[in-house]
């Protein structure tokens, strides 16, 4: 079975259902996905902030504890010509670019669980292209499959949305770095295991 993410979006990527009971999954192409963006904005006095317009808005709490926006404004001293209010120029793009690097933090997977655990619904599964399927926070299914486990980073940047039309943004967001690879796996590359029965269903 292939698998394909949804892309950007709220929603869980499908439905497994096992036992007579529905699981929302993940599905991650790969390690080099983002999970988890929020948005940042900017403003003279407060300077940059997580946005209550992001889609994932309710992670915001999460990224309080671990401080990292004092660290976004610590290193990000000058003001964005994104936040000007005028109409942004290639210059401008080029400009922010050059003035606001990528800040990173070495992160635990636990919060790629975390944040999965407050979407709503919860996702407790993921499937990772080329590494398989994991629990996150609780095998709620009791598929005795392993627990997502691994580093990250937790990463601040700009990043461009359509270089013609000068649309960019600064966000925050997790991307993992390693993890082990699960015994396993959804497609069952690499001799993996399917990690469900047979007469489960996948939507």
Do not use: C
């Given at each position: 079975?292939?698998?394909v993410s949804a892309?950007?979006?709220?929603?869980?990527?499908?439905?497994?259902?096992?036992?007579?009971?529905?699981?929302?999954?993940?599905?991650?192409?790969?390690?080099?996905?983002?999970?988890?963006?929020?948005?940042?904005?900017?403003?003279?006095?407060?300077k940059f902030l997580?946005?209550?317009?992001?889609?994932?808005?309710?992670?915001?709490?999460?990224?309080?504890?671990?401080?990292?926006?004092?660290?976004?404004?610590?290193?990000?001293?000058?003001?964005?010509?994104?936040?000007?209010?005028?109409?942004?120029?290639?210059?401008?793009?080029?400009?922010?670019?050059?003035?606001?690097q990528d800040i990173?933090?070495?992160?635990?997977?636990?919060?790629?669980?975390?944040?999965?655990?407050?979407?709503?619904?919860?996702?407790?599964?993921?499937?990772?292209?080329?590494?398989?399927?994991?629990?996150?926070?609780?095998?709620?299914?009791?598929?005795?499959?392993?627990?997502?486990?691994?580093?990250?980073?937790?990463?601040?940047?700009?990043?461009?949305?359509?270089?013609?039309?000068?649309?960019?943004?600064?966000?925050?967001?997790?991307?993992?770095?390693?993890?082990?690879?699960?015994?396993?796996?959804?497609?069952?590359?690499?001799?993996?295991?399917?990690?469900?029965?047979?007469?489960?269903?996948?939507?």
């Open positions: 079975m292939e698998l892309g950007a979006t709220d929603m869980p990527d499908g439905y497994f259902r096992h036992d007579e009971r529905t699981y929302p999954l993940e599905i991650k192409k790969d390690l080099s996905a983002d999970f988890a963006q929020i948005e940042l904005a900017w403003n003279v006095r407060s997580y946005s209550d317009r992001s889609k994932n808005a309710e992670f915001i709490s999460v990224l309080e504890k671990e401080r990292f926006l004092d660290e976004i404004n610590e290193k990000w001293t000058d003001s964005p010509k994104k936040f000007s209010g005028k109409q942004l120029t290639q210059y401008d793009r080029s400009w922010d670019q050059d003035h606001f990173k933090r070495e992160i635990d997977a636990v919060l790629v669980e975390q944040f999965y655990s407050l979407k709503n619904p919860p996702i407790n599964y993921i499937q990772i292209g080329g590494k398989g399927f994991f629990y996150m926070s609780s095998d709620i299914a009791r598929l005795n499959v392993p627990r997502l486990k691994g580093k990250g980073i937790l990463r601040a940047r700009l990043k461009t949305r359509d270089s013609r039309e000068n649309k960019y943004g600064f966000l925050v967001a997790i991307k993992l770095r390693r993890t082990i690879s699960s015994t396993h796996d959804v497609e069952e590359k690499d001799g993996r295991k399917f990690p469900f029965s047979r007469n489960a269903t996948y939507f």
